[in-house]
């Protein structure tokens, strides 16, 4: 909706007809929101709609709700569109492919028994809350220690719901380095989340048709309300069944400007495969502030003008009720991965002066290039007040700048805010000095 909003701002309806196709019931909404929602944060599901179809409708794009496309036929210059029992020619000059990315759901016995429950769409979050309502859980399981499955947790948490977290994994968030995952682990188990690590699912409990248990391969929960965090994929086959060109991340191949392989043809958001400027690979990355960039940027194409997406380096900030993780660039398992020869370095710090009430404690991690001191990813874990600077590292980061240049930072001070010596200041200064002592 991004896409067709920048159109309609540059062709008039005269000039250009919008069509937009959505299978569910809402549209231009913050998906990101939804765990606030479950947790009583947001009053309603209409606080996260920032546009509602009557609006798009005053903007004449044919917004067509409950229709979801099939297929494709590049060569006809048409898709086919499925409404109810009905399907439907619609032919196009321009299409924008925006399927976003497809939540994994595990195959295990009992998936699709009631009161397990997937965090994708606005009407996701509304059958939660339905759900928390009708049923007065009081156990709840969450299957993946992921951004969603942390969010989830603490959604839980705040309904007053005992939570149990599991994940095959041996850390909480894969995207985190293990001694910063640590501490995630340990936030977790001291708001008393029962985090089961190393804890692969095999299936459900089922009686009557609702989930009354999650196994695993050394016991079983019990549980009244699941909840599936196992992360997305690109939602692609729409476009590779089409014949467009599908990278090997599986989201769609896309030129800077979000053109596909084939003419005429522009996609954007959680399906497409975009560029890691630090890794210099393909990615997918599933968040909703590229999503939109990468729709304005179809738009104003599409209307006559010219604009790019350069590229991700991997910005990413989530919570658990008090605690803050964030992270941005490579990890060290993906600098390694990628052929970066690695240091890194992590500091304790504070979120404000010390001797300022509400002084919170920060650990920042930086991972830099051992031959040329050039950043290449950070982490942080702390508690109010930390996650958020992780923008300043993500600003350097983009710059390609060094961790002695980083040290210069004209960042801001004041007792509330930070300590005379900023977090950010301090992690750069002690990579610098790691640096000096690595230098022949």
């Known amino acids: 909706m991004s896409a067709a909003s920048q159109a309609r701002r540059r062709r008039p309806v005269g000039d250009l007809r919008i069509v937009a196709f959505e299978k569910g019931r809402h549209v231009s ?10 947790a009583g944060d947001v009053a309603g599901p209409d606080d996260l709609v920032a546009r509602t179809p009557a609006e798009f409708r005053k903007l004449d794009i044919d917004l067509r709700l409950g229709s979801e496309v099939v297929a494709i036929s590049v060569d006809r210059r048409e898709v086919t569109v499925r409404s109810g029992a009905d399907s439907y020619a619609e032919p196009f000059d321009q299409l924008v492919i925006a399927t976003g990315g497809v939540p994994a759901r595990p195959d295990v016995p ?10 994708q769409t606005l009407e996701d979050g509304i059958r939660i809350l339905e759900f928390l309502e009708s049923d007065r859980p009081r156990r709840a399981v969450v299957v993946g220690a992921g951004y969603i499955g942390l969010e989830m947790a603490e959604a839980m948490i705040s309904r007053g719901l005992e939570v149990a977290l599991i994940d095959a994994a041996d850390q909480p968030m894969r995207t985190l380095d293990p001694d910063m995952a640590v501490l995630v682990a340990d936030a977790l188990r001291g708001l008393g989340v029962d985090l089961r690590l190393s804890c692969a699912l095999k299936g459900f409990d089922v009686t009557d048709g609702r989930v009354t248990g999650v196994r695993t391969a050394g016991e079983t929960l019990p549980a009244d309300i699941v909840i599936l965090g196992l992360g997305t994929r690109p939602n692609s086959k729409l476009a590779a069944d089409a014949g467009i060109a599908v990278g090997a991340t599986g989201g769609i191949t896309v030129d800077r400007r979000l053109r596909t392989s084939a003419e005429g043809i522009w996609a954007a958001g959680d399906c ?10 393909p990615a997918a990355v599933a968040l909703g502030t590229h999503a939109n960039k990468q ?26 009720c008090s605690y803050e993780v964030a992270r941005t660039g490579l990890s060290t398992a993906e600098a390694l991965t990628a052929g970066f020869a690695t240091f890194s370095t992590v500091t304790e710090s504070t979120t404000r002066a010390g001797y300022y009430p509400g002084s919170l ?59 005379v010596w900023d977090p950010v200041l301090i992690a750069a200064r002690k990579a610098a000095e790691q640096l000096a002592t690595l230098k022949p």
Not at 272 to 281: D, M
Not at 296 to 320: C, D, Q
Request: net charge neutral; hydrophobic share 45%; proline share 5%.
């Open 295 to 320: 729709g304005r940027a179809v738009g104003i194409n599409i209307g006559g003008g010219y604009a790019t997406f350069p590229g991700v380096v991997g910005t990413a900030v989530s919570k658990i």
């Open 110 to 119: 009992g998936v699709d028994a009631a009161g397990i429950h997937g965090v």
């Open 29 to 38: 909404y913050s998906a990101c929101g939804i765990p606030y929602l479950i």
């Open 361 to 419: 404690p920060i650990t920042t991690k930086i991972i830099a290039e051992r031959t040329t001191g050039r950043l290449l990813g950070a982490q942080i874990v702390g508690q109010e007040g930390a996650a958020k600077r992780i923008d300043a590292l993500a600003v350097a980061l983009w710059h390609g700048m060094t961790v002695e240049e980083m040290t210069g930072l004209d960042l801001s001070y004041a007792p509330p805010f930070a300590p």
């Open 272 to 281: 497409v495969e975009v560029f890691h400027l630090i890794s210099q690979r």
